[in-house]
């Protein structure tokens, strides 16, 4: 990768939910360096450019190859195993594979969506602000569970959850529209998690610690005929 690439994903323009924050950053650069001194500059200064830099917005391009399903965020692969849906989507249950993905406060926090197909449910749940990074963060932590059916015909779930000092999570999609693997549809502001509940027979194709570029890295594929979840060992790798 070279060097201007990098500085581009870096610089990338921020997405909207961060205007607010870098407008009000710049304001106290501008006036409280006036009013106060040089501190407030460069506290103004400090905060504005954070903000640049955790808002930023790259743009991704997704495999073109059909029956993928894509990572929906940057981040750490904290857990890979099998799991029971948000009982509020109404998909049954059942276990299926689980991947969670943890987002620290330098990854890009713009989620994504994994798969091809129509959205069924959102359902939005308030709860606790645990460390993002714990499993028990996925059933305790306040999370927005979105349901999507696939062409063939099984749905499968994707997750924004809030850590321990996020407190919005923004949804950009609706009940019945359809949406296209690597499209952006939210963001979660300041450390968080994304988990994303695999079709009936499919299983996962990453490991624990493996670092996630959403909408790009494969996380699983979409063939029938794989080992039911229900039936999924604990570790699949």
Same mark, same amino acid.
């Given at each position: 990768m070279s060097f201007g690439h990098s500085l581009r994903l870096i610089m990338a323009p921020?997405?909207?939910? *961060? /205007?607010?924050?870098? =407008? !009000?950053?710049?304001?106290?650069?501008? +006036?409280?360096?006036?009013?106060?001194?040089?501190?407030?500059?460069w506290l103004g200064l400090f905060f504005a450019s954070f903000c640049l830099f955790f808002f930023r917005d790259p743009v991704r391009v997704a495999p073109s190859r059909p029956?993928?399903?894509?990572?929906?965020?940057?981040g750490k692969v904290v857990?890979?195993?099998?799991?029971?849906?948000?009982?509020?989507?109404?998909?049954?249950?059942?276990?299926?594979?689980?991947v969670g993905i943890f987002l620290s406060v330098v990854d890009v926090h713009v989620n994504r969506v994994p798969a091809d *197909? /129509?959205?069924?449910? =959102? !359902?939005?749940?308030?709860?606790?602000? +645990?460390n993002a990074s714990l499993d028990k963060a996925s059933e305790d932590n306040e999370r927005n569970a979105i349901a999507l059916r696939l062409?063939?015909?099984?749905?499968?779930?994707v997750v924004q959850i809030a850590g321990l000092i996020a407190r919005r999570i923004i949804c950009d999609i609706s009940e019945g529209q359809?949406?296209?693997?690597?499209?952006?549809?939210?963001?979660?502001?300041?450390?968080?998690?994304?988990?994303?509940?695999?079709?009936?027979?499919?299983?996962?194709?990453?490991?624990?610690?493996?670092?996630?570029?959403?909408?790009e890295t494969v996380i699983a594929e979409l063939a029938p005929g794989r080992a039911p979840a229900s039936q999924?060992?604990?570790n699949p790798i």
């Open positions: 921020p997405h909207r939910a *961060g /205007r607010p924050f870098i =407008i !009000a950053g710049g304001a106290f650069m501008v +006036l409280g360096g006036l009013i106060l001194g040089a501190w407030a500059f029956g993928l399903v894509l990572a929906p965020a940057d857990s890979v195993g099998p799991a029971v849906p948000p009982a509020e989507l109404g998909l049954g249950p059942a276990n299926r594979w689980r *197909g /129509r959205v069924t449910r =959102i !359902a939005y749940r308030h709860g606790a602000y +645990l062409p063939d015909g099984r749905d499968m779930a359809d949406v296209q693997a690597g499209e952006r549809f939210g963001i979660i502001r300041f450390g968080s998690r994304t988990d994303v509940y695999l079709p009936d027979g499919v299983r996962p194709l990453v490991a624990e610690g493996q670092t996630m570029i959403g909408g999924a060992p604990a």
